[in-house]
């Protein structure tokens, strides 16, 4: 199969965010990284674009991602203190949606920097 | 004590001439760092790379680091404060005793040249690791080498700044900062957000038992907190949202399977300098992004009756 190339892409394994990366991929999987360190490219080559996992698993059984939604969204609406935690390998925008649904849900928000 | 002097990796790569790292071992933790924005780089004003730049590693033993180092500095574990505030003296010319000094590890001749040497630099940077900001002292330490970057602007350009790990734990500080006025451990159960470090960290809420959920996302706490707050986490229901099934996975009650960020994920994430990035996935995944599933999830709770009495539920930092 013809390997797709994608230049300057960004690498987040660390907090140096480097984006020069040039990544080489089969549609499944990275196979070379150009310019990436060791950390970074144990990084592209460890996440691949198979389905390895279930779309959902609640009480460890396999689950439909809808179903997997009410249930996190029933949790969370029914707690009293609810804590919203992590955020340090999602986009912005995916932390931007956090706070609105920490606030949303009364909580507390907080990331790896409280560590 | 507070407020950061600091600058982006760019301004260090094109002026700095002396470079300081403090508790950290960036040529194993951030190989690139050396390579791309500090040591090795030709800059506008430091035109000729390496040979115009001086490099300075302060930490409790000899890691990889100290290779590319000009001079290491061996401090004695957990007495970084005493070192710094040692420095601080002596650049305002106080007065300071060589046996005060000697249970840092160092001599009070090493602080005297050190000193001079961040005084005589053009333009000095002190980065500084977890190897400072999370051992005895903690934040004071932090608050300790910030004051120390500020008071060397009365001499010469000094600036200081972290080095982050975990991909985007610096745009999560910027975004909560934007939305909440607040970097991290915003408690928002009253309606408004509220800041205290300590009380509404996610460490000391659980091992207190404060929170009766959690949903966790871009993070495994489950392989990295103490075990008496990962005992609260599989007591309480957790939900995770991750690429893989992880540690924490296995001890909640829902798991989402997302696209990995950057990889299969588009979006924005900051360098530890703020700088925003955009990510360039190359693969396509047959998973949501966590931004999708964060937003299902919020909708879905949108549709509940409103927690807050009606009138009074403005949601500030709403993002839909």
């Not at chain 2, 601080?88 to 040497?117: M, P, S």
């Not at chain 2, 999708?292 to 403005?314: E, M, T």
Request: glycine share 8%; with cysteine.
């Amino acid at each position: 199969m013809e390997l797709t190339i994608t230049k300057n892409a960004t690498c987040t394994f660390c907090g140096c965010v480097c984006d020069d990366i040039e990544l080489h991929a089969d549609g499944e999987r990275i196979v070379e990284t150009k310019r990436a360190c060791i950390l970074g490219e144990a990084w592209f080559k460890n996440h691949t674009a198979e389905r390895l996992y279930p779309d959902a698993l609640i009480d460890g059984k396999p689950a439909t991602l809808d179903d997997a939604i009410e249930a996190a969204a029933d949790y969370l609406y029914n707690a009293h203190l609810p804590l919203v935690y992590g955020l340090s390998n999602v986009t912005c925008e995916a932390q931007r949606e956090a706070v609105a649904l920490a606030e949303l849900i009364g909580g507390v928000i907080d990331s790896h920097t409280s560590l | 004590m507070g407020g950061k002097v600091t600058c982006t990796l760019g301004e260090v790569k094109n002026r700095a001439d002396l470079i300081v790292y403090w508790g950290g071992n960036p040529a194993e933790c951030h190989p690139r760092h050396f390579t791309k924005y500090t040591l090795t780089q030709k800059g506008k004003f430091v035109p000729n790379g390496r040979k115009d730049r001086t490099m300075i590693l302060v930490d409790i033993r000899e890691t990889p680091s100290a290779k590319a180092a000009d001079l290491f500095l061996q401090v004695r574990p957990s007495k970084d404060f005493e070192v710094l505030t040692t420095l601080r003296a002596i650049i305002k010319g106080q007065r300071i005793h060589a046996e005060t000094v000697a249970e840092t590890g160092l001599t009070l001749e090493q602080l005297q040249d050190f000193a001079e040497r961040l005084k005589k630099a053009r333009f000095g940077v002190l980065f500084f690791g977890m190897g400072l900001s999370m051992t005895r002292g903690k934040h004071m330490n932090s608050a300790a080498l910030l004051a120390l970057a500020a008071e060397l602007n009365a001499f010469t350009k000094f600036v200081a700044m972290p080095m982050r790990g975990h991909g985007n734990v610096t745009g999560g500080d910027v975004v909560m900062r934007w939305t909440t006025g607040y970097p991290f451990g915003v408690n928002l159960s009253r309606g408004y957000p509220r800041f205290n470090p300590g009380e509404f960290s996610t460490v000391d809420l659980l091992l207190r038992g404060d929170n009766d959920a959690a949903l966790i996302l871009g993070a495994d706490p489950g392989a990295t907190m103490p075990q008496p707050a990962i005992d609260h986490l599989a007591r309480i229901p957790t939900i995770v949202l991750d690429p893989k099934v992880t540690h924490t996975s296995r001890l909640a009650r829902v798991h989402i399977t997302t696209a990995a960020t950057g990889i299969s994920a588009p979006g924005t994430v900051y360098r530890m300098d703020e700088i925003p990035l955009p990510l360039r996935p190359a693969l396509k995944s047959p998973y949501p992004t966590d931004e999708d599933v964060v937003r299902r999830i919020y909708q879905a709770v949108a549709k509940k009756p409103a927690w807050l009495p009606a009138g009074k539920g403005r949601r500030n930092t709403e993002a839909n």
